[in-house]
């Protein structure tokens, strides 16, 4: 495993935008794929986004589609999601995780065996 940090969360208002992003400590993500989730208070942990090692590929949540963008940096040491127009469901801890042990994983959140901690988004209606 690989620990991961996130950071950029915070509170925004409604229409607001944030910025998330998530490090490997000491290393790039290698040939990995890397997404992100959430998870609200009393609700389970969704995948929001994920994005391939090469960047080639990705894969969005339907309630985020045109709102979120996953992005890698060409060192593959940092992932990112953009997210715009936040609305106020969109309140929940987001967790990066990374597929370490397989290819293309997707929305399978068994395949990922590598999280972050965690970075709070709050957004206020």
């Known amino acids: 495993q690989v620990q991961l940090v996130e950071s950029g969360g915070g509170l925004v208002q409604a229409g607001g935008s944030l910025r998330l992003s998530c490090a490997a400590s000491?290393?790039?993500?290698?040939?990995?794929?890397v997404g992100w989730f959430r998870q609200a208070p009393g609700k389970e942990r969704d995948v929001v986004a994920a994005v391939s090692w090469s960047g080639s590929i990705a894969y969005y949540a339907d309630s985020v589609k045109g709102r979120f963008t996953i992005s890698r940096d060409n060192a593959k040491t940092t992932v990112y999601l953009q997210m715009n127009s936040l609305k106020s469901e969109d309140t929940a801890v987001y967790y990066c995780a990374a597929a370490t042990r397989f290819g293309w994983a997707g929305n399978s959140i068994n395949l990922y065996d590598s999280w972050g901690q965690g970075t709070q988004v709050t957004v206020s209606s």
């Open positions: 000491g290393r790039s993500f290698g040939g990995w794929t």
